[in-house]
């Protein structure tokens, strides 16, 4: 290796400018390559926050984590470098199974879910993402931090959309099973005010069998509702809508 040279790009930024500089820089320099719009926001504080609260915060009985993907890879790359053994690797899938994995386009669903913006997450998942960061930076000061209590809530309104796509599989809805997805949550913080007991979900890690079973009879309500109301035109573009909601 003596002989080999790399080329290297050093860019000299003002620290005041690193939050605006860095993403853009990325976003320019990798043009040609395939890079998801989300993948610029990896460095958000926002962002790191929720990775460092993830690493540090167990699910009750201190037996497992969920693990926030904030870069794309961050979880093989994180197994290959804690887990080199069968028994590692077993043990490190017992605590961080790929079922508790979420990134950053995912949290967007949940998150936008429960605050009922189903139209929104119907978008798709890299339109999604963009919608939430900017109204994050909308509604937010630039020094506000996500802490704990957020950070569990969040793992809550996880749970509650992985629930509502467990149902759509499991009842093999042959369609649209996003989109009844996402409305269902929507509509369960709808017709509860918002007062599900997020706390309550963090501590079970897991939903009430009578909320499954509203979810469940909700998802059938609410397909047929989507598909009556688009009334001919396409139900996937429909459902991006805010009249539809």
């Known amino acids: 290796l003596s002989t080999v040279y790399v080329p290297a790009k050093i860019s000299l930024i003002e620290a005041d400018r690193i939050e605006e500089m860095v993403p853009a820089i990325s976003l320019y320099a990798n043009s040609q390559n395939n890079i998801q719009m989300a993948d610029f926001s990896a460095n958000d504080p926002y962002h790191v926050e929720m990775s460092r609260l993830s690493s540090q ?16 890879g961050e979880y093989e790359v994180e197994k290959t ?34 605050e009922q913006k189903p139209d929104k ?23 506000w931090q996500p802490d704990e209590t ?12 992985k629930q509502a796509v ?11 099973r996003a989109q009844v997805a996402t409305y269902v949550v929507a509509y369960l913080s709808h017709r509860t005010g918002r007062q599900v007991d ?6 079970k890690q897991e939903l009430s069998d009578e909320i ?6 909700w998802a059938y309500e609410i397909r047929d509702a989507i598909v009556e109301t688009s009334n001919g035109k396409n139900v996937t573009e429909w459902c991006k809508k805010a009249e539809c909601w």
């Open 81 to 114: 470098r804690t887990a080199r053994t069968p028994a590692q690797i077993k043990k490190f899938n017992e605590k961080t199974p790929r079922q508790r994995k979420f990134d950053k386009v995912e949290l967007a669903k949940f998150l936008l879910s429960w």
């Open 198 to 203: 997020l706390d309550a979900i963090w501590r």
């Open 150 to 161: 957020y950070y569990r809530r969040a793992i809550a309104k996880a749970i509650l959309y």
């Open 212 to 217: 499954v079973e509203l979810m469940r009879d």
């Open 121 to 143: 997450v119907s978008l798709g998942g890299q339109k999604c993402f963009a919608w939430f960061m900017q109204n994050h930076s909308e509604t937010h000061s630039k020094g």
């Open 166 to 176: 467990s149902i759509t599989r499991k009842e093999a809805f042959p369609a649209y």
């Open 57 to 72: 915060i167990w699910c009750p009985g201190e037996q497992g984590r969920w693990f926030y993907e904030r870069t794309r």
